[in-house]
């Protein structure tokens, strides 16, 4: 079974409401500064990339880090390199 | 056999599909293959070709010294698989199923499990005993009993209850290679379970509990065929956004209860699902460490889903009333989390 | 060296004055440790159990003359014969049921789990026919192994109406495997008869019944159970075959310490007694004059010595640290 | 001479009635013969002599019951040694628990006490933020209080004195009596505690600024490769290289790592690095990570990441907040590329460290881009002068600079 944009969508802002229960990662625009904008430290970020992980099986190298910075960046990223 | 070959990850090793009989038949084949002590007896493993067909062509493919028919004596034909361990072989005791082990209890008690300690160390018993156990099948009262729990209760063995393929392929060698006694229960629902494994499958650790599912707001503690109720029931819970995270004890005695109590102490909440009754159970030993050792962890109090206290109906409705279901779980499990919903 | 009391002899020195008194020496050495023992008892020094084998002697010992260093031992809970017959150290054995660490199972058997590996003594079992089915494991590794020895064990007629002596029997004669059987038949089940235990009293029947070859032979003659023990070892170990030695025997002692003996007539008791294996032995001994008076006194004095030393070694034994308490439940990893 | 003595013939056999003598006085026995017969619970035993003798006296009248360890007899043992036959001293039989009299106690009816039903958590929790449970309504099964209820009660409740000056209080002996938080909010309480210890900072230590650019081309490529081996879960923070490098730095320059207390500099010998964690909704906590210099990077990692989480869920120990020796602030997160602290008195030193970014650096007349860090040093000129910090900054960067033995 195929992931689709939506649920990976759904995933990432479920991840981010966890990592900032304040925020409201669903009012991210689709090409603004994730982490700028929700004020995610490099701790949070990295539990972000944990929950990617435990979600889709995408293991992002550090240097991949880079090619995530927004919403888009993140949903093409996860439909790249997850498994099916 | 349908040897499907996953592709989806580049480096990963060959799978192969197998079932859970063929796994625990493919440890038996390497074992005796790999170490010259080691053999196999129990009742009607060889011509019949073992009562559940585990060990079914093995006595073609390697001959009676190493596949053994044995009359129908547990007691006779466990303790010699003491005896035999004692001379200086690796055997392998195939109690057909943990319900005629009550005849050999004698010889798993008072002899294999009391040996090392009345000789003050001078006598290790390395014996292996496969017996299969649980109930599900309309088998009625007298064949369906799961007292692993209750062997659990015994210093001087160890119990291990494989639940998945990889530990009913990987267990066995280890627990020979271990130098006392090892019990291993195979729930007889399991043998015809489906799954991948790798090719070149092999030993895995006795000693650990381990998490199949990881969830952060309930504890679900389980072993054996009823890991697979818990998983079903942590997966229907998934959609109405519990996270239940589900333990496979994998080994009764010695107990991990490092890997529960940690998991209690994030989720705070644990439900123990066990097919033995529930007085006296190895739930209730659970239960008690939790008490014990992550109180102050609990918002909840620990629920139990034990078998009812009733010997095993025939009647099917009965029987499945009688055994834990996953819907129990599920029951049990809402209301604990919701209570604040 | 290995070859001290109770392996075996050749069998030209069977009759020779110096085996003779050794098989009297033997006899009266596990007499005297078991009288000390009673004494020891009732002085609350030995608690437990303890069941003594006083009028048995000849069987432990002339069995034992016939087995070799490689042979093995399974015997049950009256076993402190065996144990010394086989050579196992008095001074353990005698710390052992003590509770003390310097006895041969460090104080975690007691008189009835006395264990040795040098000895292939695989132990008192205090389960009542509980040894049988572990003796036909042992045979059939040595025959899978293809090693020409035997194992020895040893049961009473009490165990014959266990089931695992059935099942022992059957296994031991389909499997073809070298166990000894050699039954004690004291004629008591603790407190019950023989003919309150089995339908069929003849009991060599009952082996004979699972096709396994069988002798009897009167128990309270040492040398008669020498003799055919000597004849059917080496067979056993040669052929790989199972055997069955019935030895007819008495207890002169009550079954355990703490005994009344309500089930049994004194007169029965002193009758038996008049066939004191030790007392006959002796008696044939001097009427041959293959021994003095002197010679009786000097292996006296030399069993005095030993039985002193023994309690020496016990009460200068040290208790095993409770610290210790649950260790021997797993093995332990070796150094 | 010797004492026959009633003999134990089982552990569980405390007493026996003598029934008949069968020796009389002047008896000559051999060792085996029946000096008695005695009645126990098992039936009359033959009680047997173990030594040659001659009977003297007989101590004890027939339908006689008595205690195992009873002199029954004297013997005159005929070897000529003299020994005690029976000597039941060091050991006693085992008592049977005592007969209870009246088998029916009646339960005296007791008023029942009102205990509230509140789940461990909820009760541990109860007592870390300070919240009376009476007051707390529990939303569980007959009003059961779990940890959620207690979590509500302590945001709506006032804040507590004790949480909010432990924010950022410093060792017991030094006090901050400002801190009376009188508002309603726990955040606010904080914030005061926060202005209490920095205006206390900045009225009483005398702050000197060091900084200094540190090169992390280094130690960046060095991490990467370290976490290209690792899982993501098991990947370490560059933050991490920076506590460690200050630990380090700190055993080499240990007059940072300190308290002043009364007029002198103390210096401590283990190294508590007080990490400054913000939280989201607004204040901060600085949690001390023990031990920084005996941990390994994993273990560090470890240690920050165990804080962070109970810093955000509210579980810090007071200690924790109490005895850090110096503290870090590490705001390049933010984007911030300098740091200049409030020392939290009674400590001495303060190191901030800002983003790590490219800039240009220049080295043996070559110009080039490096990611550059800049660590700043704030002093406390009470307890050290300048060079000392000058040292501390450059232990830092030599540490960094060798990050493979950090």
Redesign the interface.
Same mark, same amino acid.
């Given at each position: 079974m195929a992931i689709t944009e939506i649920q990976i969508k759904e995933t990432i802002f479920k991840l981010l409401k966890n990592i900032a229960p304040d925020s409201s990662p669903e009012a991210l625009g689709q090409e603004d500064d994730v982490r700028e904008t929700l004020g995610i430290d490099s701790y949070d970020f990295l539990n972000f990339m944990i929950g990617l992980n435990e979600e889709f099986g995408v293991e992002i190298p550090e240097t991949d880090y880079g090619k995530l910075i927004t919403l888009n960046d993140m949903t093409q990223y996860i439909l790249a390199h997850a498994q099916s | 056999m349908n040897y499907g070959i996953d592709t989806s990850t580049d480096n990963s090793p060959l799978m192969i599909r197998t079932t859970y009989r063929e796994a625990v038949r493919d440890a038996i084949r390497e074992a005796i293959l790999k170490d010259d002590r080691v053999f196999l007896m129990g009742e009607d493993v060889g011509r019949y070709g073992g009562a559940f067909g585990v060990t079914k062509g093995l006595l073609q493919e390697l001959g009676p010294d190493k596949i053994m028919d044995t009359p129908l004596c547990e007691s006779g034909f466990t303790g010699a698989g003491i005896g035999a361990a004692l001379g200086g072989m690796r055997p392998i005791v195939e109690v057909m199923t943990v319900n005629f082990s009550l005849l050999a209890a004698d010889q798993i008690l008072n002899t294999a499990a009391t040996y090392l300690h009345m000789s003050g160390g001078l006598f290790n018993v390395p014996l292996v005993i496969r017996m299969g156990t649980g109930g599900g099948k309309q088998l009625a009262a007298q064949h369906s009993h799961s007292l692993e729990g209750w062997y659990a209760h015994i210093p001087g063995i160890k119990v291990l209850t494989p639940a998945v393929l990889e530990d009913a392929r990987g267990m066995l060698w280890s627990a020979l290679e271990d130098p006392d006694p090892v019990l291993i229960f195979e729930n007889t629902l399991l043998y015809n379970m489906e799954g991948q494994l790798p090719a070149n499958a092999g030993a895995v650790d006795i000693d650990r509990a381990c998490i199949r599912r990881v969830g952060r707001d309930v504890t679900l503690i389980s072993y054996s065929a009823s890991l697979f109720k818990a998983l079903e029931a942590a997966e229907t819970l998934a959609q109405e956004g519990i996270e239940a995270e589900v333990i496979d004890l994998r080994v009764l005695r010695p107990l991990d209860e490092a890997t529960f109590l940690n998991s209690v102490a994030k989720t705070h909440r644990a439900v123990i699902i066990d097919e033995g009754w529930r007085s006296g159970s190895i739930s209730a030993e659970i239960s008690a460490r939790i008490t014990e050792k992550a109180f102050y962890d609990l918002d909840d109090p620990v629920e139990r889903i034990c078998a009812a206290e009733v010997p095993v109906p025939y009647a099917s409705h009965l029987e499945q009333a009688a055994l834990p279901q996953a819907a129990t779980i599920v029951n049990t499990v809402r209301r604990m989390v919701t209570r604040h919903g | 060296m290995k070859k001290k009391h109770g392996t075996a002899q050749a069998p030209a020195a069977v009759n020779s004055h110096q085996h003779l008194r050794d098989l009297l020496y033997q006899m009266l050495r596990i007499r005297r440790f078991e009288d000390k023992c009673a004494e020891l008892y009732s002085d609350m020094k030995i608690r437990g159990f303890l069941h003594l084998y006083n009028g048995e002697e000849a069987v432990a010992v002339g069995v034992m003359q016939a087995l070799n260093p490689e042979d093995a031992i399974v015997a049950t809970y009256r076993e402190h014969g065996q144990a010394l017959a086989r050579g196992i150290s008095m001074n353990t054995i005698m710390a052992e049921m003590f509770g003390k660490q310097e006895g041969c199972c460090r104080g975690r058997g007691g008189s009835m789990h006395l264990f040795n590996k040098e000895h292939r003594f695989y132990g008192g079992n205090a389960i009542v026919g509980g040894g049988l089915p572990l003796a036909v494991g042992l045979a059939l590794a040595d025959k899978k192994l293809d090693r020409k020895r035997l194992t020895c064990c040893f049961l009473g007629d009490g165990a014959m109406a266990e089931g695992e002596f059935h099942e022992s029997m059957n296994l031991a004669a389909l499997w073809q495997v070298p166990v000894l059987f050699v039954c004690e038949n004291n004629q008591y089940a603790m407190g019950t008869a023989l003919k309150y235990s089995h339908a069929v009293t003849n009991l060599v029947q009952k082996a004979a019944s699972y096709g396994i070859d069988h002798a009897a032979v009167d128990g309270m003659d040492v040398l008669a159970v020498e003799e055919v023990a000597q004849k059917v070892a080496p067979a056993i170990r040669e052929t790989g075959k199972p055997f069955f030695l019935e030895c007819t025997t008495y207890r002169f002692r009550a079954h355990s310490m703490f005994d009344a003996e309500l089930y049994r007539e004194k007169a029965e008791v002193e009758q038996w007694k008049q066939r004191c294996p030790i007392a006959t032995l002796t008696q044939q001994l001097k009427e041959q004059e293959k021994i003095s008076d002197a010679d009786l006194e000097a292996i006296e004095q030399l069993i005095h010595q030993e039985i002193n030393h023994a309690i020496a070694f016990a009460e200068a034994g040290t208790w095993e640290p409770v610290e210790e308490l649950t260790r021997f439940v797993y093995s332990e990893p070796s150094i | 001479m010797a004492e026959f003595r009633m !003999?134990? /013939? &089982?552990? =569980? *056999?405390r007493t026996g009635t003598l029934v008949a003598w069968k020796v009389k006085p002047g008896d000559h026995l051999k +060792? &085996?013969d029946i000096i008695a017969d005695v009645e %126990?619970d @098992? &039936?009359? *035993?033959e009680i047997?002599v173990?030594e040659n003798c001659i009977v003297e006296e007989l101590l004890l009248e027939p339908d006689t019951k008595v205690p195992v360890g009873t002199p029954m007899a004297r013997l005159k043992l005929e070897d000529g040694v003299e020994k005690e036959t029976?000597?039941?001293t =060091?050991?006693e %039989?085992p008592s049977p628990p005592p007969a209870i009299e009246s088998p029916t106690i009646p339960v005296p009816e007791l008023p029942r006490e009102e205990r509230l039903r509140v789940? !461990? /958590?909820? $009760? @541990?929790l109860a007592a870390e933020l300070d919240v009376d449970l009476t007051q707390v309504k529990g939303?569980?099964?007959d009003g059961?209080i +779990?940890? *959620? =209820?207690v979590e509500e009660a302590a945001k709506k409740l006032q804040p507590a004195p004790k949480p909010a000056e432990k924010v950022v209080a410093p060792p017991p002996e030094a006090k901050s009596p400002e801190a009376k938080p009188t508002t309603t909010d726990f955040q606010a309480g904080m914030r005061r505690a926060i202005a209490a210890a920095m205006s206390r900072s900045n009225r009483d230590i005398p702050h000197y600024y060091l900084e200094t650019r540190i090169d992390m081309s280094h130690a960046l490529q060095w991490l990467?490769a370290e976490?290209?081996k690792r899982?993501? @879960?098991e $990947?370490i /923070? !560059?933050?991490v290289l920076l506590i460690k490098a200050v630990a380090k730095a700190l055993t080499d320059v240990p007059e940072l790592n300190g308290y002043w207390i009364d007029d002198q500099l103390q210096v401590q010998e283990a190294i508590h690095i007080g990490f400054a964690i913000s939280l989201?909704?607004g204040g901060l906590v600085t949690p001390a990570i023990h031990h920084a210099d005996l941990k390994s990077l994993d273990e560090l990692m470890a240690a /920050?990441?165990d804080l962070?989480e109970r810093t955000r869920g509210g579980h810090l120990r007071s200690s924790e907040l109490s005895d850090a020796t110096i503290t870090l602030t590490s705001l390049g =997160?933010?984007g911030v590329e300098k740091v200049y602290g409030v020392i939290y008195p009674p400590q001495v030193a303060l190191v901030g460290f800002g983003k790590i970014a490219e800039q240009p650096w220049a080295e043996r007349g070559m110009l080039d881009v490096r990611p550059v860090l800049t660590a700043t040093l704030a002093g406390d000129h009470r307890a050290t002068d300048g060079i000392i910090g000058a040292r501390f900054l450059q232990a830092i960067n030599t540490h960094l600079q060798a990050v493979e033995k950090l």
């Open positions: - | - | - | !003999p134990s /013939l &089982g552990a =569980d *056999m +060792h &085996g %126990t @098992k &039936g009359i *035993m047997e173990f029976i000597a039941v =060091d050991r %039989t789940s !461990p /958590l909820a $009760r @541990k939303a569980g099964a059961a +779990h940890q *959620m =209820d990467e976490n290209q899982s993501i @879960k $990947r /923070l !560059p933050v989201r909704q /920050l990441r962070i =997160d933010i």
